[in-house]
């Protein structure tokens, strides 16, 4: 009888043996990160993609790791993060799991720093040259992003090469033709003036030619004091009430009261930040930044 059970140990770790060589783990760190992510993995077996930050989250700006991040991260083989400064908690990160591969998807990608646009709601205490990281919001630093977590996949898992490649030159493909997509579709309008929300467009901005002429909080969720919202309101109605762009992620009562004050109209554009858990199309990205497409289209041609 005892070796008839471990005869049958022996068969089940040999079944398993193969599993657990092929099964890898990568961990990115929110959203749109995980979006790029998925897309290198797709169909690649014993691939797993996960996601740190729950796809509600939004940008990472003040996030803290929770425990069951860690956890998450003590199985992880590589970590893909975004870098230019969205992922504050790095630190903690190298010191807990020295181990750990960690590729930041912005190498390379040519940062903007500081702001020209009027900040209305900012807070006191902002960094000198501190990055914008909101670098995925233009197609062409999409290409760059997804090349560079494609590197660090293949350093990490030589074995999944092939497959990699193959999914990064579909991917660039479709970055590539999103890019000229928006490029023509936001050439010829009559208007290029946004206000927004939430320091998110910058790169979208440079990359389209639009300009950003206010944003009105920094960083999302800072309510605005009356004397800022006065103020805000004559700024609008100097520029020539320019469309308003609130963000679905950040429900903003001030925007309500902005627009109805002075004529403004009111958009939403989508920073990509956020999305489904399940489901979730691959091509969501391109299908979200079309809509932005549409959406200025319909603000900046009146
Ligand atoms: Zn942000």
């Known amino acids: 009888m005892k070796n008839v059970i471990r005869l049958i140990s022996l068969l089940l ?5 193969p599993v657990c060589a092929l099964g890898e783990t990568v961990v990115t760190s929110f959203y749109p990160i995980w979006l790029l992510a998925r897309n290198l993995a797709e169909g690649i077996p014993g691939l797993e993609v996960r996601n ?11 996030y803290q790791l929770q425990s069951q991040d860690m956890k998450v991260l003590e199985e992880a083989d590589l970590f893909l ?25 912005s190498d390379g990608v040519p940062l903007l720093y500081g702001m020209d646009a009027l900040q209305i709601g900012e807070s006191e205490e902002e960094e000198e ?15 760059l992003m997804a090349r560079n ?17 193959e999914n990064l030159a579909s991917l660039t493909d479709r970055l590539n033709l999103l890019d000229q997509e ?12 946004i206000i927004t929300f939430h320091e998110a467009f910058p790169y979208f901005a440079s990359a389209y ?13 800072e309510t605005l004091t009356p004397a800022q919202l006065a103020r805000l309101i004559t700024v609008i109605r100097d520029l020539g009430n320019p ?34 858990e399940e489901n979730v199309p691959l091509d969501y990205y391109e299908s979200v930044m079309r809509k932005n497409m549409e959406t200025l289209r319909d603000a900046l041609s009146e």
Not at 13 to 17: E, P
Not at 182 to 193: A, E, H, I, N, T
Request: proline fraction near 8%.
């Open 13 to 17: 770790i040999l079944m398993l043996l």
């Open 52 to 62: 740190l930050a729950a796809p509600d989250t939004g940008c990472l700006h003040d």
């Open 81 to 105: 993060v975004n870098g230019a400064g969205m992922e504050s908690y790095l630190d903690l990160v190298f010191s807990a799991f020295p181990d750990l591969p960690v590729a930041r998807a």
């Open 129 to 143: 040259g501190e990055a914008n990281a909101h670098i995925w919001l233009s197609a062409s630093n999409a290409v």
């Open 149 to 165: 977590l494609a590197d660090a996949m293949i350093r990490q898992f030589p074995s999944l090469e092939p497959g990699i490649r």
């Open 182 to 193: 928006l490029k023509d579709g936001l050439s010829d309008l009559p208007r290029r003036g």
């Open 209 to 221: 030619g639009l300009e950003v002429l206010a944003v009105v909080n920094r960083e999302p969720g």
């Open 243 to 276: 469309p308003l762009f609130t963000e679905p992620q950040y429900e903003d009562l001030s925007a309500r009261i902005l627009a109805s004050e002075t004529g403004a109209k009111i958009y939403t554009l989508d920073p990509v930040v956020t999305g489904p």
